[in-house]
Each structure stands twice: as structure tokens, then as C-alpha cells.
């Protein structure tokens, strides 16, 4: 019982350590993602729509 305990703890702590490390390098890549399509949002404009 402690054994499967103690696996499942080891397996929690392993995930958790490489969500905190690539997690705010998905956030920047997010983050540059909006601002690029936000850019390119504001430089196309609206196009006018067909009558």
C-alpha cells in the first residue's frame, strides 16, 4: 500500500516539475502569438464585405 503511495507521489512530484518549467514558455509563446496576430489584425484592417 505505502508502495503505491509512494510511486503515485513520485509520479504527482515528476509532472508538477515539468509543468512548472515549461509552463512560462508556453505562456511566452502564447503571449507572442496574440501580439503577432494582433498585429497583423490591425495592419490588414477590415475588409470591406461584398455587396
Same mark, same amino acid.
Given at each position: 500500500m505505502f508502495?503505491?503511495? %509512494?510511486i503515485? &507521489? %513520485?509520479?504527482?512530484? *515528476?509532472i =508538477?516539475? *515539468?509543468?512548472?518549467?515549461? %509552463?512560462p514558455? &508556453?505562456?511566452k509563446?502564447l503571449l507572442?502569438?496574440a501580439?503577432? =496576430?494582433?498585429?497583423?489584425?490591425l ?6 464585405? %461584398?455587396?
Amino acid at each position: 500500500m505505502f508502495l503505491y503511495l %509512494a510511486i503515485v &507521489l %513520485a509520479i504527482l512530484w *515528476v509532472i =508538477s516539475f *515539468v509543468v512548472v518549467h515549461v %509552463a512560462p514558455i &508556453l505562456i511566452k509563446i502564447l503571449l507572442i502569438l496574440a501580439v503577432v =496576430s494582433l498585429i497583423i489584425h490591425l495592419i490588414q484592417g477590415r475588409r470591406p464585405t %461584398a455587396p
